[in-house]
């Protein structure tokens, strides 16, 4: 599916959420109205600290994701509304970038602390998530007995609690192993994350992907 179509997708949609950037300040808001070529309509929250961030001629950047694919666009506010809803309209955008299929992509580096639940059991092991994509992870335990490290097998069902950094709440996403090395009492496993799982937190991971993959590039 080439951009035009993901952004007409985006377009036909209403209520969509967009992944805004403002001076620094990184918010979701929903697409409520357009009109090309001049203007998108996007509702945002209300708060101050974003209000403080939206003045009219300011840049703003956009990323939406449509079947797993995150695209991006540069834009500019031409006016801010705050009755009846807080309203913000941005410039229509005269070009669109793909960054990736974030399920596909390769990972990107990271530096995690999570707590790993293995399903069959319900132990919880703390660990570090070292790569991190739409699909899944690479998860390093370090503290685990070799009696425990055994129980690690290709296949085991696990859930992962963690933060993104700057996130105000814990997100939880389930898989299974699917590979495992082990070196004494350190531990890495690949996980791949299941596909019927926290919408929210799927979308938070891949705004988290996207934004690694932007400062990367």
């Known amino acids: 599916m080439d951009i035009e ?13 967009l992944h805004l950037t403002a001076r620094g300040r990184v918010f979701k808001g929903y697409l409520v109205g357009f009109k090309p070529p001049e203007y998108l309509v996007i509702e945002v929250p ?11 001629g300011h840049s703003v950047s956009g990323l939406f994701f449509v079947s797993g694919t995150a695209v991006q666009f540069e834009s500019a506010i031409t006016a801010y509304l705050r009755r009846p809803a ?3 309209f941005v410039r229509y955008p005269s070009s669109l970038e ?16 999570c ?11 703390p660990g570090l998530i070292a790569d991190i994509n739409a699909g899944g992870c690479k998860c390093l335990l370090t503290s685990v007995s070799p009696m425990q490290a055994e129980m690690f097998t290709s296949g085991k069902k696990v ?6 950094p700057g ?8 898989g299974e192993i699917s ?6 009492a350190k531990v890495s496993l690949g996980v791949k994350f299941w596909d019927n799982d926290d919408e929210t937190a799927l979308e938070e991971l891949n705004v988290y992907v996207a934004n690694q993959v932007k400062t990367s590039g």
């Open 5 to 17: 179509n993901l952004f007409n997708r985006l377009l036909l949609e209403k209520g969509r959420p």
């Open 46 to 56: 209300r708060s101050t600290e974003i209000d403080a961030k939206l003045s009219e």
């Open 86 to 88: 807080w309203l913000l």
């Open 98 to 113: 793909k960054i990736h299929d974030l399920r596909s992509s390769n990972r990107v580096e990271c530096s995690i602390p």
């Open 115 to 125: 707590i790993l639940i293995t399903l069959f059991d319900l132990k919880r092991y």
């Open 159 to 164: 859930l992962l609690e963690f933060d993104f």
């Open 167 to 174: 996130s105000h709440s814990k997100k939880r996403l389930s």
């Open 179 to 184: 590979n495992v090395k082990r070196d004494g």
